[in-house]
């Protein structure tokens, strides 16, 4: 009798050795290697089988015309956004999210308002009882709503029952770290576990017609848990994030075979479920405070969205001989970047200092255009004068000091005139750049070239901030 091969797969990234590791060389996490059974091997020399002779593909050209998959819109303004308009019908989505986030809310939410509108939908649960499900399906109000619901784990009885003529039209699968397949040897949630069941329900979807909502678990580092290949079978990946301290919670798209990729939705969490945010903007100014040195609102772009978030900044001496910059809601890496912009080309001290960064409202921005609203923040409370409490401020900053112009300008302006502002702190446009909006959502411009230009504002009039030395001007220190 043959002896049964084993391999030692990392849990972490998927990559397979032959041999046990504490540490796998791939990705350099600890303690991720499992011991699981090899595959049957295929044939001889690993190539086709012979006498085996595939069948002829057919070509086609670039032209020609393709109707437009059909959608399910489920009402929630905010998931149908996300999703591009509704979910398809034969896709795969993934969602991901931290433990206790609103996942599992979300979606049982969303099958019902499907259900609600004569769209039969089905929900199965691999972590949590019916009576759980249930439970919180009252305590959100979608008792009455008709979903099938059912528990179960085994990837073959779900399959089964997806494949009858009067299956569901939308099945949420929650969660993929829980399913099993019974021709794969090894536990649920490993590796092969998670890719053979995520290729099975997947292509059940494509066969079918079925548009398939998987929940997966998410690591510490916050990626989605189990193979990254996970996040290339399906057709829309979305992450679920937000703060436990804040009730705001933003839905991302991160993939998206049929619609943006760079698309949010804004919800707010209550004893009621998720509900929708028409107004995100006016939702993280809500508790803003005006005159205070240190706060400057953003106007920035989430998608095809504009929004106005406050960006908070503080700046106190050093108690210990290295100076600490945290942050919170941005890059590390580009706050240290626009510091050292401002101690090296506007001759602003901060080196002794300590620096906070906030941005208000648990939201997590990442587009350069921030740059200017922060280094607007930090000098603002370095110089204690606060920032003009009916302005907003976005550009982008070059490391020789600059300020360069961003896109969606006009957009950026017209979110921040509807909101009540008056003014705004800009790069100076490009030739052809939109003009601002005029009439009742007119906007004063104030357009700056360079850095200095922004602290000059900050700092007393007998105090001129230090100007970039010119190309081939004589250096005045060394004389």
């Not at 490993?190 to 998410?218: D, F, N, P, W």
């Not at 939705?265 to 040195?293: C, H, I, T």
């Not at 900053?397 to 702190?425: D, N, Y």
Request: charged share 25%; net charge neutral.
């Amino acid at each position: 009798m043959a002896r049964p091969m084993k391999r030692f797969v990392c849990q972490s990234c998927g990559s397979v050795t032959t041999k046990w590791n504490g540490r796998c060389e791939s990705c350099g996490e600890w303690n991720t290697i499992v011991e699981e059974a090899a595959p049957a091997p295929g044939p001889a020399g690993g190539g086709l089988a012979r006498g085996s002779k595939g069948r002829l593909l057919e070509f086609a050209g670039l032209t020609g015309t393709t109707p437009q998959a059909p959608r399910y819109k489920s009402g929630i303004a905010e998931f149908d956004r996300v999703c591009g308009g509704g979910l398809v019908v034969g896709s795969a989505l993934l969602i991901g999210g931290d433990p206790g986030i609103g996942k599992s809310t979300l979606l049982l939410q969303v099958a019902a308002a499907l259900a609600r509108q004569n769209t039969s939908c089905a929900y199965i649960s691999g972590e949590e009882a019916l009576d759980q499900v249930r439970l919180r399906a009252e305590r959100l109000g979608l008792g009455d709503a008709p979903v099938q619901l059912t528990a179960a784990t085994s990837v073959r009885d779900i399959v089964a029952t997806l494949e009858r003529a009067d299956a569901p039209k939308v099945a949420v699968i929650d969660s993929i770290q829980t399913m099993w397949l019974d021709t794969v040897d090894s536990t649920p949630g490993t590796v092969t576990q998670v890719r053979a069941s995520s290729q099975a329900l997947v292509e059940l979807a494509k066969r079918r017609g079925i548009a398939v909502l998987l929940v997966g678990h998410v690591t510490k580092d916050g990626a989605i848990a189990g193979p990254r290949v996970l996040e290339h079978m399906v057709d829309t990946v979305l992450y679920f994030e937000g703060e436990r301290g804040h009730q705001f919670r933003i839905l991302r798209t991160v993939k998206n075979r049929f619609g943006p990729t760079d698309e949010i939705g804004v919800f707010e969490m209550s004893d009621r479920g998720l509900s929708d945010v028409a107004n995100p903007s006016a939702l993280f100014l809500g508790e803003r405070r005006g005159n205070v040195s240190g706060a400057c609102v953003f106007a920035g772009i989430e998608g095809t969205r504009p929004l106005l978030v406050e960006i908070q900044a503080l700046v106190s001496p050093s108690s210990f001989g290295t100076p600490r910059h945290a942050v919170v809601g941005w890059d590390s890496n580009r706050l240290a970047m626009v510091l050292a912009v401002l101690e090296a080309r506007c001759g602003v001290a901060i080196g002794a200092n300590d620096v906070y960064l906030n941005v208000a409202g648990g939201l997590k921005i990442g587009e350069p255009a921030a740059d200017l609203a922060v280094a607007a923040a930090v000098v603002s409370s370095l110089a204690d004068e606060p920032v003009p409490a009916e302005m907003v401020v976005f550009g982008e900053i070059g490391l020789g000091g600059e300020v360069r112009p961003v896109g969606q300008r006009e957009a950026r302006l017209r979110e921040a005139a509807k909101l009540g502002f008056r003014s705004a702190l800009v790069p100076r446009g490009r030739a052809g750049t939109a003009p601002a909006p005029r009439g009742p959502e007119a906007i004063a411009i104030d357009e700056i070239e360079h850095l200095t230009d922004l602290v000059a504002r900050f700092q007393p009039a007998n105090r001129a901030p230090k100007r970039p030395r010119r190309e081939g001007a004589p250096d005045r220190r060394r004389e």
